[in-house]
Every structure is written in structure tokens, then in C-alpha cells.
């Protein structure tokens, strides 16, 4: 929304300056506007390839402010673009300590969403492999410090779990993770598996519990009609029930909170 409407400005000013200062029709506002708001949204795209060039390959020690800034920027842009409205209700309940929040896993637009609407100082994300390979976002989730993980190799799973814990603890970073995996095709709610479970308990960290819904008509919409997305915090799992419940316990819980809540939208 914020580079929308700084885009909109701009070309607003710019074709004012050439209209009035040429002392042209006014007519001519119809056409530079529209073409000035391209042409700000043409050099911002190569601005942050160019910027996305110059972000070290390697795994970044610490996050990158920088990179989580323009990374929260474009997708409100995205967003903003596609006809997307993002709901978010029971943010405050979130602990002002480092958690890991774990959700329903519907659509691609499901981090997005979370990453440019909710208001934590360091969310990250732990992703597939192939995310990290994409042009011009690879380089930017990478500054950032969220992590892949390989789901097919167990132990650099696990590696990739302690990173994240060790993040958590030196950083004050939270992390979110799909506990489904994958994104469910059918939109039936998916087994949780084990991994954000681990996580927390080697952080140390309670777990927030969020439900995502539309996000899979985001496409399916756009460019016809508006999408509303509801991002839902249902409730947190202290940090005494994490260490005193098994990792299974912890997924049937969550689990079982996400099926409940989601019953009531559907």
C-alpha cells in the first residue's frame, strides 16, 4: 500500500509538472498519469534486482533488517495489486516473547500475507529449498535469515530446526513454520507433523496458533473482484505445555485448535 500510493504520488506530481509546466491540455493527465505510475513501478522492480545482486550468497549471520523491510514492502505492494485485503484478528494475544507460530497451510499467499501484515519486529520463515532459488525474493529471504528445509533428508531437518532454534535464542526472532508441509490441494486440514514441535521445545518458546483462510482464492479472483483473507490468532500453547507435552501431543493439540476454529469459517 505504501509503495502504491508513493508510485501514485509521484506520477500524479510528475504529470502535473509536465502538464501545467508546458502549459499543455489537461487532457493529457488521463494518459501521463497511468504512464508515470508504470513507469515508478518499472524502476522500483530493477532497483531491487539490482539490490538483490549485491546480497551475499551465504547464509547471513545475523537477519537482515534491510532485507525484512523490503521484503514486507513488496508483498503489501503485492498485495495491494492483486485485490487482496488481509483480516487479522487476535494479534495481541501474540507473547512479547520469541514463539513460534504455527497455522493451516492453504495457498502460496499464506506466508505473504503473514509476513506483510503482521507487526513482529523479526518474523522469519522456515520454507522449501526451491523458494530460495527464485529470482530477485531468493536473494531477500535469504538476507533475512529464514531457513530451508529439506523434508525428504532428516538430518539436515534437524540441522535446519537447531539453526532456527538458535536464532530464536540469540536474536529474539520468531518463526513461523507449516506444520502440514505442503499446501493442502483439497483444502482438508493436513496431519501436523513433528518439525515446529521440535522446534519450540529446543527454543524453549511458547507456540502461537493462527488459522489462514481464502488465501486460496486469491488467483482465482484477482483481476475481477476483491479477495478478503482472514488471518485468525486463536490461542497460545505456554511455554510449560510445551516442555511437559510430547511432540505429538503438541501437534494433536494445535491441530485440533486449527480444525475447531476453522469449522466456525467454513
Not at 509521484?10 to 513507469?39: E, M, N
Not at 526451491?130 to 523434508?151: E, H, S, T
Not at 478478503?228 to 511432540?247: K, N, P
Amino acid at each position: 500500500m505504501f509503495l502504491s500510493a508513493l508510485f501514485l504520488i509521484s506520477a500524479v506530481a510528475g504529470a502535473c509538472g509536465i502538464v501545467f509546466g508546458a502549459s499543455v491540455s489537461p487532457w493529457w493527465l488521463f494518459a501521463l498519469i497511468p504512464g508515470l505510475f508504470i513507469g515508478c513501478t518499472l524502476i522500483y522492480v530493477i532497483c531491487i534486482y539490482v539490490i538483490s545482486l549485491l546480497i551475499p550468497k551465504r547464509e547471513p549471520k545475523k537477519s537482515s533488517a534491510f532485507c525484512r523491510l523490503n521484503i514486507r514492502l513488496f508483498l503489501n505492494w503485492l498485495l495491494f495489486v492483486l485485490r487482496v485485503k488481509v483480516h487479522i484478528k487476535g494479534e495481541k494475544m501474540l507473547p512479547g516473547e520469541p514463539c513460534v507460530i504455527v497455522s493451516n497451510h492453504r495457498s502460496a499467499f499464506d506466508p505473504m500475507t503473514v509476513i506483510a501484515k503482521v507487526k513482529r519486529k523479526k518474523l522469519l520463515f522456515i520454507s522449501k529449498p526451491g523458494n530460495f532459488k527464485a529470482p530477485i525474493a531468493g536473494a531477500f529471504i535469504r538476507g533475512a535469515a529464514y531457513l530451508p528445509i529439506d523434508r525428504d533428508n532428516g538430518m539436515r531437518a534437524l540441522r535446519t530446526l537447531k539453526d532456527a532454534a538458535e536464532r530464536m535464542k540469540a536474536e529474539g526472532a520468531d518463526f513461523g513454520i507449516y506444520p502440514e508441509g505442503s499446501r493442502s490441494k483439497t483444502g482438508e486440514l493436513q496431519e501436523f507433523k513433528s518439525g515446529a514441535f521440535y522446534l519450540a521445545k529446543k527454543a524453549d518458546a511458547p507456540i502461537a496458533v493462527m488459522t489462514a483462510w481464502n488465501t486460496e482464492k486469491v488467483g482465482k479472483k484477482f483481476p475481477i473482484r476483491r479477495t478478503h483473507v482472514y488471518l485468525d490468532f486463536i490461542g497460545v500453547v505456554d511455554r510449560e505445555t510445551v516442555r511437559s507435552a510430547t511432540m505429538d501431543e503438541l501437534a494433536a493439540l494445535t491441530r485440533g485448535m486449527v480444525e475447531e476454529h476453522l469449522k466456525t469459517l467454513s
